[in-house]
């Protein structure tokens, strides 16, 4: 078992004020592990020797499921579902509490080539969807002066560098 504070200025709700949390840590064997709890949970699970299934949630609209194929350690091929948003704070923003948000959700398919143990490159394609903009002012997913952007294929590379 574990408890904790979160308090965040970016947060989607009740951004700067502390979020009381906790969670249960489970791990019976190497090919499983969860952690369940509020403000996120994960879920990891091996059925097979080179498959996996991941499993992210944090509240509260951040969400990545995938299932990542390895057959060795230096790569890996995934493809899933990512729920993510992105905030700023305006500059000259009428209300402190008003935030500008970035929503999208991704279907994706993907290789992961590790150059070294702790550094990455990650090359994806697939479909986003549900994307917009939004000034929101508290606890809502669309706020006023929402800018609706299409559906559409995306392609991405990025380095990933772990620690």
Do not use: C
């Not at 078992?1 to 009740?14: E, K, P, R």
């Not at 394609?125 to 952007?149: C, P, Q």
Request: glycine share 8%; no cysteine.
């Amino acid at each position: 078992w574990f408890v904790g504070v979160n308090a965040s200025t970016n947060s989607q709700v009740l951004a700067g004020l502390p979020i009381p949390g906790g969670g249960y840590f489970y791990h019976p064997n190497d090919e499983f592990q969860a952690i369940m709890g509020f403000p996120f949970s994960v879920f990891s699970w091996k059925p097979a020797k080179d498959w996996q299934m991941q499993y992210v949630w944090a509240f509260l609209t951040t969400m990545h499921a995938r299932t990542v194929y390895q057959p060795s350690s230096r790569w890996q091929a995934y493809s899933g579902f990512d729920w993510t948003n992105e905030n700023w704070r305006l500059s000259q923003r009428v209300n402190e509490d008003s935030h500008f948000f970035y929503y999208e959700k991704r279907l994706v398919t993907g290789m992961v080539w590790w150059v070294q143990p702790n550094v990455g490159l990650d090359v994806a394609t697939g479909w986003a969807f549900d994307r917009y903009f939004s000034e929101i002012d508290g606890f809502e997913l669309k706020g006023i002066d929402t800018v609706e952007i299409d559906n559409g294929i995306f392609v991405s590379a990025r380095i990933d560098v772990r620690f």
